[in-house]
């Protein structure tokens, strides 16, 4: 397809314009809103219509190209097709899609073209759609880089041309029949028949469950009904034994009143007799014993005794601390000598230890400083040795490396220019993809095969398999009809390839300088080229080393001079003769021993002090105590008398307060007793006559046992007891009726177990069946993409080679090796260090360049070398200096005798790089 002219009525700012374009190579200059980008827009929505989904009105090409006078936009786009068929696409945008008029018109004969599709003729055209032009033939500013798109059309055309040769012949309809065979009985939602009956299946087998679970409560209340009417008897029972209790209880309860009266009546006598006793033995001649008299009694007492006890302490404590101070002072007998030494004698001791520590250390270290020396200056020696041969490459100066630079570079430009046109590259790639077919057609006609075999041994099992086989008889007819026409081809382009790859002068050149290297490198000892930069490596990689070791000998030289090895010496030996002459005096084996015997020393004279001084205060608290103690003597002497008891022994006069107090306990509690139990008899009696009391005991009897019956019962709980009982009775009757109503309906509406066993059964079968066909689907699917992948790895050398070489010829062979990934990811081959790098390394001109070449690299892959098909560039060279612009334009030029370009540019560089070439399609747009 080639775009010969387009015509707009009225499209955005752009009005009544028509522009003719050449079939090579197209440059449209303008200024900033002169109309580049309006023209851009309107090809674009000639091949592919215009969106108006999105508010944004950068984003909304419709709003965006709305004609500013009120006009519809319009216009007409004129191609011709491969035959030279001349045709035109003309439109008319609406507010929307709805309301767009288009059609597709024979310029020659202006009768409509109603098979291809007026909304987007591209689609048809180029073969491609919307997503994939712009992210292929399509390249804005600063916009060269290729990413995946949710259908990455451009991947599936590469490969789908790999794999058959066909880029309209897909392993997707094979696999997608497949799927939809698959999706007939299963689906991640559960939809399909294999899901619907595995879910029928549960509940059958659930509902099976719940009918056993039935049964076994219906026997389970069967027996709770007999329980239950056991129950009722028996509470029916205990309601008539509460009702005759009470009756009996009432009498129990006047009996015993009556009894109590009595009881109370006799014990007031025996009282009134104890009280008159206990009052005349408290009375002495003139004193009577009160709780006043006793309390002072036993103070004085207590006194006493406090003083008596305080006094055996203190002496007990004058001896204990008597026999800790003899300790000590036999101890430090132990530490002679001790007093001699200075203050913080521990402390002092301890630096000179550590500056022991610290001279040892310097000593050593400078020994094995001593030795490191020695091992450089043997290292030193056999790095000299080790430099045999490569010592010839002392004469290698930067002119010299970068004159054999230079021609290595020559020799690689002057060989990619050996077929370096357009032409051949076309006629490699047709090569390239010719093969690949032969090989995708063979691997199409064994995949037929296997499933023809498959097929027909799954059929002897399952009749539905046999589909397979039929799909195998179609792929294998495939490929024997391709065969034939493969083997043509690939006979004819290499007889082309073979006219194209006669250069002489260049073939002279390559030998001219190819000489001259020889004769440096037999000069330099190397074999050539590769040789050269790995010795000139090890070269430099020696003579650094030798380097940084005669800088270490140095500063290691420079060390041992300021240290003095003799003066530390001295001081060491100072030192230790220091500590030897503490530990001799202090009877001590090492430092840590000294230290603790120091301490142990100060320890012991502090705790003697501290000795000394509890036992003067001890000593002083014994004369006290002696004399406090003979004043409580004499006052219990006192009162002791007054009572008439012995005060020979006062440590006996406990006895005498507990005889007291015993006496005084005994009086008070009599009259306690008689007050209470007088007035305990009068409320019992009340208004009674004491006669009548006894007359109604005597002639009432009750028996031991009714009294432990009575004993802890009363009316109140009886009632109780009956009104819970009445309350159990009657919820034993409801549940009664309750479990009656349930057994009787628990089995309606529900289905028998043996329905049930025979639905489940007829499932089971269908369910095995389905999982049968669904596993053949799943063999049959794992081959087809098993041999897809395959296609897959096959493909991707063969994108490398062709961006490889379109990127050499653009960065004048600096950069020839590339990798790309299935997202379009891409790493370049370093060619001074081998190694991977990703485009983030790169400058944004080398970025740039990278995908400038990959999007050429697709396009050629994906179109057909004998097809033209138009290239847009919208000021894709922004980021270029001067060299790489140049080179890029040259290519694009040569690029353009194949196929159809439209450079647009606001920069005049680009339209006076071009201006060299005679047969170039200038085209201004003014503001």
């Known amino acids: 397809m080639l775009l010969k002219k387009l015509k707009i009525n009225s499209f955005g700012k752009l009005k009544d314009l028509e522009i003719e374009f050449s079939k090579g190579l197209n440059v449209i200059y303008g200024k900033n809103e002169a109309g580049k980008s309006t023209m851009q827009a309107f090809i674009k929505a000639m091949l592919y219509g215009m969106n108006s989904r999105k508010q944004d009105i950068r984003e909304n090409d419709r709003k965006r190209y709305e004609p500013l006078n009120g006009d519809k936009a319009s216009g007409e786009l004129y191609y011709l097709d491969r035959d030279n068929n001349e045709y035109l696409i003309r439109k008319t945008f609406g507010s929307s899609k709805s309301y767009d008029r288009k059609e597709v018109i024979n310029a020659i004969t202006g009768k409509k073209v109603d098979q291809i599709n007026a909304d987007a003729p591209g689609v048809e055209l180029l073969g491609i759609g919307e ?92 027996l709770e009904v007999k329980n239950k009417e056991h129950q009722i008897a028996e509470i029916t029972r205990q309601i008539k034994e509460l009702d005759h209790k009470k009756t009996r209880l009432r009498q129990f309860k006047t009996y015993q009143e009556y009894e109590n009266i009595l009881k109370y009546y006799n014990q007031l006598e025996i009282l009134l007799q104890q009280v008159k006793d206990a009052k005349l033995d408290l009375k002495f001649a003139d004193l009577v014993v009160d709780e006043t008299y006793i309390e002072k009694l036993k103070e004085l007492d207590n006194e006493y005794r406090n003083l008596q006890e305080r006094f055996k302490e203190v002496e007990e404590k004058n001896k204990e601390l008597f026999s800790q101070k003899q300790e000590k002072e036999e101890k430090l007998k132990d530490f002679q000598g001790f007093d001699t030494f200075e203050e913080q004698i521990e402390l002092k001791t301890h630096n000179v230890a550590n500056e022991i520590k610290n001279i040892t250390k310097n000593i050593e270290e400078i020994n094995n400083l001593k030795v490191e020396l020695d091992t450089q200056k043997e290292k030193l020696s056999k790095e000299r040795e080790k430099l045999g041969s490569l010592i010839k490459l002392e004469q290698v100066n930067e002119k010299l490396e970068s004159e054999i630079e230079n021609n290595e570079q020559r020799i690689n430009n002057l060989k990619q220019q050996l077929g370096s046109d357009a032409k051949l590259d076309n006629l490699e790639l047709r090569k390239d993809i010719i093969l690949e077919k032969a090989n995708t057609n063979k691997l199409i006609t064994f995949s037929g095969v296997a499933l023809v075999i498959g097929g027909l041994i799954g059929g002897f099992f399952q009749n539905y398999i046999f589909i397979l086989s039929i799909l195998g008889l179609l792929l294998t007819g495939f490929g024997f009809s391709r065969k034939g026409n493969i083997a043509k081809d690939l006979h004819k382009i290499e007889e082309e390839i073979q006219r194209s790859k006669n250069d002489n002068e260049i073939h002279q050149e390559i030998n001219i300088l190819t000489k001259s290297l020889q004769e440096v490198y037999m000069e330099l000892a190397v074999t050539g080229y590769q040789d050269f930069r790995l010795k000139m490596r090890q070269y430099n990689e020696h003579k650094t080393e030798i380097e940084l070791l005669k800088n270490g000998i140095k500063a290691k030289e420079n060390i041992l001079v300021r240290e003095d090895l003799e003066k530390l010496t001295k001081e060491l030996t100072a030192h230790t003769e220091y500590i030897q002459s503490i530990l001799l005096t202090s009877k001590t084996e090492d430092i840590q021993e000294f230290t603790n015997k120091v301490q142990n020393y100060k320890d012991y004279l502090s705790e003697l002090a501290n000795i000394q001084d509890e036992l003067a205060k001890s000593n002083a608290w014994v004369t006290e105590i002696k004399e406090k103690v003979k004043e409580k003597e004499t006052a219990l002497n006192t009162e002791l008398a007054k009572v008439n008891e012995d005060s020979s022994d006062l440590l006996k006069i406990n006895t005498i307060i507990q005889k007291l107090l015993e006496k005084l306990q005994r009086k008070n509690e009599s009259e306690r007793k008689f007050t209470s139990t007088k007035q305990t008899y009068e409320e019992l009696l009340k208004v009674r006559e004491i006669s009548a009391i006894k007359d109604y005991v005597s002639s009432n009897t009750f028996t031991s046992e009714d009294e432990l019956s009575f004993k802890n019962s009363n009316e109140e709980e009886i009632d109780k007891s009956k009104t819970a009982k009445n309350g159990e009775l009657l919820a034993c009757e409801k549940e009664l009726r309750d479990l009656e109503n349930k057994i009787k309906n628990r089995f309606s509406n529900t289905n028998t177990l043996d329905e049930i066993d025979e639905q489940l059964g007829d499932l089971e079968e269908k369910i095995k069946s389905y999982q049968q066909k669904i596993k053949v689907i799943d063999i049959a699917i794992a081959n087809i993409n098993k041999s897809f992948e395959e296609i897959q790895r096959s493909f991707g050398p063969k994108l490398n080679k062709q961006v490889g070489n379109i990127l050499s010829k653009i960065t004048l062979g600096k950069y020839s090796e590339i990798k790309i990934s299935e997202d379009y990811d891409i790493k370049v081959i370093d060619p001074s260090s081998s190694s991977d790098l990703e485009v983030g390394y790169f400058s944004n001109g080398t970025w740039d360049q990278i995908y400038f070449a990959l999007r050429l690299g697709i396009v050629n892959l994906i179109f057909d070398p004998e097809d033209s098909f138009p290239i847009i ?34 920069r005049s560089r680009e339209v006076e790089c071009v201006k060299a070439y005679s047969d170039v399609n200038f085209i201004t747009l003014k503001n």
């Open 131 to 222: 997503e994939a032009f712009e992210r292929s033939l399509f390249i804005r500013q600063l916009g060269s880089e290729v990413s995946r798109d949710k259908k990455d059309e451009l991947m599936n055309k590469l490969t789908n041309l790999h794999q058959s040769g066909d880029e309209n012949v897909s392993y997707w309809t094979a696999l997608n029949m497949l799927e939809e065979f698959k999706r007939e009985y299963t689906t991640p939602r559960g939809m399909g028949k294999l899901d619907n009956i595995s879910e029928e299946y549960s509940h059958l087998k659930q509902e099976r469950i719940s009918i056993l679970r039935l049964h076994e409560e219906n026997i389970s209340d069967q």
């Open 873 to 906: 560039l919208d000021d894709a060279f922004i980021q270029y200096d001067d060299l790489r612009l140049k080179a890029v334009l040259e290519y694009l030029y040569d690029y353009s005798k194949e196929k159809q370009c439209f450079l647009f540019t606001c």
